[in-house]
């Protein structure tokens, strides 16, 4: 599962943890995948897919360089299956409409 952190010195991040199926507990503890200690960019509104050919997932989220814009780009980040190794940020997306509503999906080969 992914999510978007909101604190309140206006810090936004995306964490991201694995859960068993069965739901009865975390296989990972949450890790950080995109963070902005400085307070002046924005991360929010995550989704994320599993790539089976590659055992890795994509992580996308909407990107904005000011924290007050409603408009940005989507970014996102290839992500170990076990969580473990980060791919490096990488713009999917740039537009200047909303791109608040995104999804992501993988096939069987992709």
Known sequence: MVWANVWGDGVHDIYAQRRHSDGSGF???????????????????????????????????????????TQGEIHGKVVAANLSTLGSERQICHNSDDQGRLAVAAGPDE
């Open 27 to 69: 296989l990972v503890n949450h890790v950080a995948i995109a963070t902005d200690p400085t307070a002046t960019e924005l991360r929010s509104i995550p989704d994320v897919a599993y790539n089976a050919a590659r055992n890795e997932y994509l992580i996308a989220y909407n990107y904005s360089a000011s924290s007050i814009s």
